[in-house]
């Protein structure tokens, strides 16, 4: 059973679409993180969110923390070819521990 | 700036073989972790140490080991290897206290395992 869950699990839009990514969690988490991920390559972090309710934009990506920790949502605005990647959301399991547990991802597709 | 480098960026064995990864941590990070990810799914923890000592285990089977040695480079050895072991190894590194913020991820190294 995954602690987070994403969906859509795939994306599939053409250029210049707009789109939102969720990650959802019956359990709240002290932070958040997401990465983008490309074909063969690790995973790149792009934003940590921590505080309830707190939003963080980065160009045309908009990352929200739910006002209960419990969840949080990415999106791009006019998306580009360039945006095509598997998108993982991530939160650390506990408090005290280091080990990060990541969502099942979502693959998106931007066509031109 | 240096990042997590890891090494070889492929390997390919047989069954049976063992395998050797390496990773390099980021400067002045003191703990390590290693995701296994199959392919089309999300990384799955293996294990991680800080300053040298085994700090969280995730699913790591028992035929695979890991150490931390004192410059801080990881190594994740696997022995009798098997058909579901292919897979990208990726290791990453932060510093305590401080992973929540978010891991520096290497680019993994492939295994192929035949």
């Known amino acids: 059973t995954q602690l987070l869950e994403q969906s859509p699990q795939f994306l599939s839009i053409q250029e210049g679409e707009n789109l939102t990514v969720y990650c959802n969690s019956s359990?709240?988490?002290?932070?958040l993180q997401w990465y983008r991920q490309e074909p063969g390559e690790g995973p790149v972090l792009l934003v940590t969110?921590?505080?309830?309710?707190e939003v963080k934009k980065l160009k045309r990506l908009t990352f929200q923390f739910g006002d209960a920790r419990k969840d949080s949502s990415l999106h791009i605005t006019a998306a580009q070819p360039g945006d095509t990647g598997l998108y993982l959301c991530?939160?650390?399991?506990?408090?005290?521990?280091?080990?990060?547990?990541f969502g099942g991802g979502t693959r998106l597709m931007v066509k031109p | 700036a240096a990042g997590v480098i890891q090494s070889p960026r492929h390997l390919i064995k047989e069954k049976r073989e063992t395998a050797t990864l390496k990773c390099y941590p980021i400067p002045r990070h003191d703990t390590v972790y290693w995701y296994q990810q199959g392919p089309g799914q999300d990384p799955q923890f293996l294990i991680s140490f800080y300053e040298k000592m085994q700090s969280d285990k995730g699913s790591i089977p028992d035929r695979f080991s890991a150490q931390q040695f004192s410059d801080y480079h990881s190594e994740l050895n696997m022995s009798s290897l098997e058909l579901g072991d292919s897979a990208l190894y990726f290791c990453a590194s932060s510093l305590a206290g401080l992973a929540h913020v978010g891991y520096t991820f290497g680019s993994g190294t492939r295994l192929t395992v035949v």
């Open positions: 969110v921590v505080t309830g309710g």
């Open positions: 991530a939160g650390p399991v506990s408090d005290a521990g280091n080990m990060l547990t």
């Open positions: 359990s709240v988490f002290s932070s």
